[in-house]
């Protein structure tokens, strides 16, 4: 537990504060990156989560549903993220044009918006022991970390750029940063005091597996604008999805 709640609140904190070395933003590094998260959190769900949940749950069918929710669930909040969660950095100059209330209103809702989902990924964390004794929940941490990463740093690039100043974001880094170990422990004691079902549980990682499908392939066709061929980009998509292989069938 105390591995799963550091990892889950450092890694978006730290790589929040490289705003402070990297002022800049993107660049080819930060992309590929992106491409190697995005490819090895749909190979995770593909290989690992979505076949365990069939595997440990007669009700296939709602599973289906609820990886479909959560598909779109994550198209909705995306609506008031615009893409944040996989790394997309918008700072618009138009944004300069409106009033500092504003901004603190915009920074609140895309806050509210991306700890929603950070608390989904959290929850998912929680007992294991049910998904059987194939389920690697550390396998699902790295995904978690490697896409909450860039997208803490989209996150203060974005709040910094809005608020007009990196010092004023610290407070929405560090609400983000906790939301996902939030996430982990209440679901975890939902679970222990038998609020929170086997069954529910599992329609919960159905869910959160839609929001990884949506995410990572997002990811990945954005990294190709255009639907450019770009050799670098698809090697670094092949490394991600081995890995997740690796993962699943090798360690």
Do not use: W
Not at 111 to 125: D, I, Q
């Amino acid at each position: 537990m105390a591995l799963k709640l550091s990892v889950l609140f450092f890694t978006p904190l730290l790589a929040g504060l490289l705003i402070y070395f990297l002022p800049e933003g993107r660049n080819r590094n930060y992309r590929l990156l992106l491409v190697f998260a995005g490819s090895y959190l749909f190979g995770i769900t593909v290989v690992h989560i979505l076949p365990e949940l069939y595997r440990n749950n007669g009700e296939v069918e709602l599973i289906g549903l609820f990886v479909l929710a959560g598909f779109f669930l994550q198209q909705l909040l995306e609506y008031f993220t615009s893409g944040i969660e996989h790394g997309h950095i918008h700072t618009q100059d138009h944004a300069h044009t409106h009033s500092h209330y504003h901004h603190q209103v915009s920074a609140i809702v895309l806050l509210l918006a991306l700890c929603v989902h950070a608390f989904l990924e959290g929850a998912m964390l929680a007992q294991p022991a049910t998904m059987g004794f194939n389920y690697d929940v550390n396998a699902i941490l790295l995904g978690i970390a490697l896409h909450r990463a860039p997208a803490a740093f989209a996150l203060m690039t974005v709040l910094s750029f809005q608020l007009h100043s990196a010092r004023k974001a610290l407070p929405y880094l560090a609400v983000f940063s906790i939301a996902a170990p939030a996430g982990l422990l209440i679901s975890t004691y939902l679970t222990e005091a038998e609020v929170l079902t086997t069954s529910g549980l599992t329609f919960l990682y159905a869910l959160v597996s839609g929001n990884f499908l949506h995410i990572s392939t997002t990811i990945v066709f954005e990294s190709s604008p255009e639907h450019h061929f770009n050799a670098r980009k698809l090697a670094v998509a092949i490394i991600g999805a081995l890995a997740a292989v690796a993962v699943e069938y090798i360690l």
